[in-house]
């Protein structure tokens, strides 16, 4: 995984993924974009994040780790201390 390499498993259907898509576009910020509802292998692994609940968006990074359903301001606060903005 590169540095800054970033994934959101998403649904079309889901408010807060178009928000955190949003916040991606405005920052200028490259990521790759997994459509649970067509992907049964992406859903399974959200549900393993989150210990059987289907929230989104997950977004997880490339230290290991992952957010559910953040803020703008806690996303924001993660990519910058990943140095990505």
Same mark, same amino acid.
């Given at each position: 995984?590169? *540095?800054?390499?970033? !994934?959101?498993?998403? =649904?079309?259907?889901?408010? &807060?993924?178009?928000?955190?898509?949003?916040?991606?576009? #405005? $920052?200028?910020?490259?990521? !790759? $974009? @997994?459509? @649970?509802?067509?992907?049964?292998?992406? #859903? =399974?692994?959200?549900? *393993? @994040?989150?210990?059987?609940?289907?929230?989104?968006?997950? @977004? !997880?990074?490339?230290?290991?780790?992952?957010?559910?359903?953040?803020? &703008?301001? &806690?996303?924001? =606060?993660?990519?910058? =201390?990943?140095?990505?903005?």
């Amino acid at each position: 995984m590169s *540095k800054n390499q970033i !994934t959101m498993y998403s =649904a079309d259907w889901c408010g &807060d993924c178009r928000r955190s898509k949003r916040l991606f576009e #405005e $920052l200028n910020v490259e990521y !790759t $974009l @997994i459509d @649970i509802e067509s992907d049964s292998a992406a #859903e =399974a692994v959200v549900l *393993k @994040i989150n210990g059987g609940m289907r929230s989104i968006p997950v @977004i !997880t990074f490339s230290d290991g780790t992952h957010l559910t359903e953040p803020s &703008d301001n &806690d996303l924001k =606060a993660k990519l910058q =201390a990943l140095q990505i903005i």
